[in-house]
């Protein structure tokens, strides 16, 4: 169980809803307790996995592979 509840009232900006972030939800309505937080979060996401030169395949399989060493659910 999470120490700090997410908030299901909070509308979330339209960009959660692509599907590299739809996985994120429950980790946005936590940090829309806190806006900025949570801009400055999308916008970190936003440059490290859809921008650069490095093809997002690749990215896609380095998300994978980072969440089997940590024995994540992905």
Do not use: W
């Amino acid at each position: 169980m999470a120490r700090i509840p997410p908030d299901d009232s909070v509308q979330l900006p339209a960009e959660v809803e692509y599907a590299s972030f739809s996985t994120m939800t429950k980790l946005f309505r936590t940090m829309a307790l806190r806006p900025q937080i949570m801009q400055h979060t999308m916008q970190l996401l936003q440059e490290a996995m859809r921008e650069g030169t490095v093809e997002p395949e690749l990215k896609e399989l380095l998300a994978i592979r980072v969440s089997q060493v940590n024995n994540c659910f992905y």
